[in-house]
Structure formats: structure tokens, C-alpha cells
């Protein structure tokens, strides 16, 4: 579907609920914030609806716009769900069905809702979202410039993944006309981190598994370490990189123990297809970056399934 169609199911309606994904990520909060301004700016009303903003993206304008579905301020009467790639991934079910938007760039994603833009080309939910603000003439303004460089910025790992192209950098250079300080920001997300993310990430790959071969490793968070070091989920989030950045690494993964589920993160190297995995296990992804959700299992067998998948995929 087209950005014309997206344009008029915008228009139609007046009072959005915006939601991102289940334990969100830069690219989950910043798009629904931005998407949320825009529609303010345009005299619509909206809420995002998510768990509060952690301390990694407290520096994020807007959270006033953030509310749980027990606290909504209105009753919606249409929902756009953003950077989710399949519905069980949305952050919340809502009582009633509603008109509804998806905006995504997840290849793996087979569409859920009345209007959809999906584009995997696209390394952001951010990024479409600038294409659909520069298609309908809505203005950026610096709050909504630093949602939006988040969103990028993070899914294209501070645009060093290949997911990063002409028109993203172009994208950026209109943030950075809005005064946005990026050097700021880009310090905030990559170059900042709590004591309890920085000792959790050292246990991580002191104990890390690596294969005979060098090629696979994996890590595990029990909650057991995430307790010992006082440390929330958004303290993961980047440690699997350094699993795949091993040299001679082709796939690797990150095994996080929730309540009643293990959650699984996977990166791959070039020529290696990470959603692949993730789709065996029931999940989704990108091919370089993909993730699945794993209940009724523990810790130690959720290790030894991934572990065996892994080797099949890498040969
Ligand atoms: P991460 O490892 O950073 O949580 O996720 C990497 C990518 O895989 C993201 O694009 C994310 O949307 C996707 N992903 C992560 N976990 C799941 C999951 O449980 N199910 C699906 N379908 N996709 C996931
Ligand atoms: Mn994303």
C-alpha cells in the first residue's frame, strides 16, 4: 500500500492509541514518540502506549505522551502499531479491534493490519516515517528530530550496519537542520552506560560458550545475574553485538531468563541468515539481526536447542 492510502486512513481519523513492540528498543520508542507528535502537530489527538521510558533513552522528549492501557487519557477509536513485526509482538492487545495502521521494516513480516506500509528496505521504523512526514508536508521539529535519530540511529548501530544507506544519511541531514545535536545524543545511546549494564556485560562474555570451531558463540543472562547486579532489560540490549563481533564468529546469540519465557537475540555475519533461526524458533527478524521468544523451556535447554540450531545454520 501507498503513502497516499496511509495520508487519508490518517486523515479519517482523530484519536490514535500509537504502539511499538514487547520489551522495546530505541527504534520501538522513538518512532511511536515522533508519530505521536506529528499527529498532535496536525491537531489530532494521541497517546503512545508502553511501559515507561528506561534510564538508557531518559534523555527522550515526549514521555509525557507515554500511558499504560489501565491509564489511557481517551477512549481510541484507531490504532497504529509501529516497528512490529508480528502481532504477537505488539506491545498490547486492546479489548476491541480498531482501524488500524502498521508501519514496519521486518522482512519476516506477513502484515496484520487494515493499512500497512511495510518496507524492509528500510533500516528503521524511524526512517519510513520520515519518508511519510517529507510525503505529507508535515513539519520535524527538534523534539521530534531526536525520536527519530534514536529510532535510526540504534537499529542502524549508529549507522555502521548495511541496513544504512544514501537516503538515511539524507535523513539525518535533515535532523541536524532542526539543531538537533547529534554528538549529544550519539553519546547518550553508545557511549554511556550504567555500572550495572558494564559489570553484566563483562560476566556475559567471560562466560560466554564458543564452538571447537570459533564460528558460533552464546551467551546467557539468568535472572539470577540480573538481580546480582540490579540491572533491567535495556542493560541487554547491545551486549549480543560483542558476541558477534568475535573474530572468525559467523552466528551468535543471546539467551535473556524471563519470569515464564527465555528470550532469544541473534546476530549473524554476512552470509548468514539470523532470521532463518529466529523463524524456526517462532519468531522474526532481520537477516543479520532476528529474535525469537521461547517458553515452557529453561535456561539450560533453551541453551542446548539454540546452540543445535545454530550449528545447522553455520554448517
Ligand atoms: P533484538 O535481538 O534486538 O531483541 O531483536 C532483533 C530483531 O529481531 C528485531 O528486529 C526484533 O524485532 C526481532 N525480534 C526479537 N525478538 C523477537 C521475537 O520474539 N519475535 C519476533 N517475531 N521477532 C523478534
Ligand atoms: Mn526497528
Not at 165 to 190: K, P, Q
Request: glycine letters at 8%.
Amino acid at each position: 500500500m501507498g503513502m497516499n492510502e496511509v495520508c487519508s486512513w490518517l486523515k479519517e481519523h482523530d484519536r490514535f492509541a500509537v504502539m511499538g513492540h514487547v520489551s522495546p528498543d530505541g527504534d520501538s520508542y522513538g518512532s511511536t514518540l515522533a508519530m505521536c507528535m506529528a499527529l498532535r502537530n496536525a491537531g489530532k489527538q494521541a497517546f503512545v502506549l508502553a511501559d515507561p521510558v528506561p534510564h538508557l533513552y531518559a534523555f527522550l522528549p515526549g514521555q509525557d505522551m507515554i500511558c499504560r492501557l489501565e491509564n489511557c487519557p481517551f477512549e481510541p477509536e484507531a490504532v497504529i502499531h509501529l516497528d512490529i513485526a508480528s502481532p504477537d509482538r505488539a506491545a498490547y492487545a486492546l479489548a476491541k479491534p480498531l482501524p488500524s495502521l502498521l508501519i514496519d521494516h521486518h522482512q519476516t513480516n506477513a502484515g496484520f493490519d487494515d493499512v500497512m506500509l511495510i518496507d524492509a528496505s528500510a533500516s528503521s521504523a524511524g526512517e519510513i516515517l520520515m519518508r511519510l512526514f517529507e510525503h505529507a508536508g508535515a513539519a520535524i521539529d527538534r523534539d521530534m528530530a531526536a525520536c527519530l535519530f534514536t529510532s535510526i540511529s540504534t537499529d542502524t548501530g549508529s549507522f555502521q550496519f548495511s541496513n544504512t544507506t544514501a537516503e538515511t544519511m539524507r535523513y539525518i541531514g535533515v535532523l541536524i537542520d532542526t539543531g538537533l545535536d547529534i554528538s549529544r545524543l550519539s553519546t547518550l545511546i553508545f557511549r554511556r552506560r550504567t555500572l550495572a549494564r558494564t559489570r553484566l556485560t563483562g560476566e556475559v562474555l567471560t562466560d560466554m560458550f564458543v564452538s571447537e570451531d570459533g564460528k558460533i558463540t552464546v551467551g546467557s543472562i539468568s535472572l539470577s545475574m540480573m538481580e546480582k547486579y540490579g540491572a533491567v532489560h535495556a542493560d541487554t540490549e547491545t551486549i549480543v553485538n560483542y558476541l558477534v563481533e568475535v573474530e572468525g564468529v559467523c552466528m551468535a546469540a543471546l539467551l535473556e531468563e524471563g519470569e515464564d519465557s527465555v528470550k532469544v537475540s541473534l546476530r549473524s555475519n554476512e552470509g548468514y541468515n539470523a532470521a532463518e533461526v529466529a523463524v524456526s524458533f517462532g519468531g522474526g527478524g532481520h537477516m543479520l539481526a532476528a529474535g525469537a521468544t521461547l517458553h515452557d523451556t529453561t535456561l539450560a535447554s533453551a541453551e542446548e536447542m539454540v546452540k543445535k540450531a545454530l550449528r545447522k545454520a553455520v554448517g
